[in-house]
């Protein structure tokens, strides 16, 4: 009878507490007096996110559309995390830009010690993150992009001629241009020529083990996730990349003098030259942080092109007509006369924003100006870029695939913030040129010999995978592919 009590007794302490918990948790707006979204109990403003019934596109912009031009920011919760969604654009400017320096922190989890991979730009904060960017930018410049050129162009090459010269053909598009966004990485980030079946198998796999629930504690508690050694990734995985990295450091440091070629060639090199483990997490990061948006909108690009014939055409009469005049070599000048292929990219990256939001943490308290409104120190804000791509008053007609949205003039008649794909200031993506150079490249390898259109198995409309935070295709995009001699 005793223990039967106690035992009852501690359960309805425990759900009590619980319960209490996730009132004071979901109760912080409300205290703090601030317009905020209602929160439905335990799981905030996310609902069906979790459990993969909607995107969590989806969830912000319904937050976004219904509190836009209210005020400034608004307050909202993941779970029973509250975050600061970001309404006005002069405010992202301010947090992105001109303000950076109170919001210089990301709020991911790292653990440094257990998972070095960790120790990535993405996921790093305060002292080692400034420490790592100050000496990351000497690497990402476009001189030295420039002098990639040449192995990015020879790996598309390769690519392009595997697509193969058959008169029609039907593809699985996404795990073709998966193919060619991991090879590019695996030469350039990881230095390595020739077949790369294990690096491809693990790229594949790092997420293996990935868990929302422990991941969203880990981004809870942090202190007890590194007391109990929470690791974010696939020990197979990361000791493969961490064990090449090292392997190829060794390989290189035996040659001298070898033409630049890879991404390790030139970390090492930095003036103030990283440690190995900070240059396999560098060399992780390509991966992480690239793999998945590059895949994504070279397939949505695809896609797109495939549904609008003349657009297609108008890209590829682009592209032939560029390298007619430059005897089919590809140089970082001459990409510059890919105009409309550009604008093209950009409207996928606007509609399909591989990225939908973007987050930062307050590192000092922020007044608003001209408001009575704080930012307190350690609130997470959200900007939710998906959403912005997607507000009719800044794109009309907003689900409608239209390059011509990027014109000049178009381009400056949009307030600025307006078109975030990369993010923007200290934080934002530090390899946008490497990427956008990838992309236009990738798409000249597609284009150049081959016609896109839909067959019975493509996805009309598109639907995303609502099991992922990016935004990714529920399933491989197919398209039939045709080829044509010019
Ligand atoms: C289509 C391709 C890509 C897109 C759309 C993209 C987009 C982004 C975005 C939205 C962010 C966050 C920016 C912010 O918070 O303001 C980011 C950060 C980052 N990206 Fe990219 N990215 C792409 C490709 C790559 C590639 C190929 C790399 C390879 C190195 C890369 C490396 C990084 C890193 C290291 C960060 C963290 C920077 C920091 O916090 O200091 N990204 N990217
Ligand atoms: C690349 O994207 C496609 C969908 O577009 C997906 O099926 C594939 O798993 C992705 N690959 C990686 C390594 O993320
Ligand atoms: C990850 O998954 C593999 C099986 O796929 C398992 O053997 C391993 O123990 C897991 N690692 C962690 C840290 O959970
Ligand atoms: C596309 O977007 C990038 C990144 O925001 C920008 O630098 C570039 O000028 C844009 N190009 C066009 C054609 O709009
Ligand atoms: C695309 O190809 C990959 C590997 O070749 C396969 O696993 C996947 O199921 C394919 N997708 C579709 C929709 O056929």
Not at 130 to 153: E, I
Not at 318 to 344: R, W
Not at 444 to 469: F, G, M, S, W
Request: glycine share 6%; charged share 20%; hydrophobic share 45%.
């Amino acid at each position: 009878m005793d223990l039967l009590h106690r035992v009852l007794f501690t359960a309805f302490g425990t759900l009590t507490l619980f319960y209490v918990v996730v009132k004071i948790s979901l109760g912080y707006w409300k205290r703090r007096g601030i317009l905020h979204e209602k929160p439905k109990f335990l799981w905030g403003n996310i609902k069906g996110v979790v459990g993969g019934k909607r995107h969590v596109l989806d969830a912000l912009q319904t937050i976004y559309d219904t509190h836009k031009g209210q005020a400034p920011f608004v307050g909202c919760y993941a779970l029973l995390k509250p975050f600061v969604m970001v309404l006005d654009l002069e405010l992202v400017h301010n947090i992105l830009v001109s303000d950076e320096g109170y919001f210089t922190s990301r709020g991911l989890y790292n653990n440094v010690n257990n998972e070095p991979l960790s120790g990535n730009l993405l996921q790093l904060d305060g002292h080692k993150w400034r420490s790592l960017h100050a000496k990351s930018v000497t690497v990402f410049t476009s001189s030295n992009l420039q002098k990639l050129m040449p192995r990015l162009v020879q790996v598309s090459k390769i690519f392009g001629g595997r697509i193969g010269e058959q008169k029609l053909q039907q593809l699985n598009v996404s795990q073709l241009v998966d193919g060619y966004n991991i090879e590019v990485i695996g030469s350039l980030a990881f230095g390595l020529t020739g077949d790369q079946v294990e690096f491809r198998q693990m790229s594949r796999s790092y997420w293996n083990n990935f868990s929302l629930w422990r991941a969203y504690l880990a981004l809870e508690l942090p202190l007890l996730a590194r007391l109990l050694q929470y690791t974010s990734y696939d020990e197979l995985a990361t000791n493969y990349f961490y064990n090449l990295v090292h392997a190829q450091l060794y390989q290189q440091r035996l040659r001298d003098r070898q033409p630049l070629q890879n991404f390790l060639q030139l970390f090492s090199a930095a003036d103030d030259a990283l440690s190995d483990a900070q240059i396999a997490a560098q060399a992780f990061g390509f991966i992480l942080a690239g793999l998945e948006p590059l895949n994504a909108t070279l397939g949505f690009c695809l896609y797109e092109l495939a549904l609008q014939p003349d657009l297609q055409d108008r890209v590829r009469s682009e592209i032939q007509q560029l390298l007619h005049q430059h005897d089919g070599q590809l140089t970082a000048d001459s990409l510059k006369q890919l105009k409309y292929t550009k604008q093209v990219l950009n409207e996928t990256l606007r509609l399909h924003t591989p990225y939908p939001f973007l987050l930062r943490r307050a590192t000092k308290e922020f007044e608003l100006a001209k408001s009575v409104f704080v930012i307190a120190r350690g609130n997470n804000l959200i900007i939710p870029v998906a959403a912005i791509h997607r507000d009719p008053s800044i794109y009309p007609d907003p689900l409608r695939f239209d390059p011509a949205r990027f014109e000049a003039a178009a381009v400056k008649a949009r307030p600025a913030m307006s078109f975030l794909p990369f993010g923007q200031g200290l934080r934002g993506c530090i390899a946008m040129q490497l990427a956008e150079q990838q992309l236009l490249i990738g798409l000249v390898a597609l284009l150049q010999h081959h016609k896109y259109a839909p067959c019975a198995e493509t996805q009309i409309p598109l639907q995303y995978d609502n099991r992922k935070l990016l935004l990714m295709p529920k399933t491989d995009i197919q398209l039939s592919v045709e080829y044509v001699d010019t």
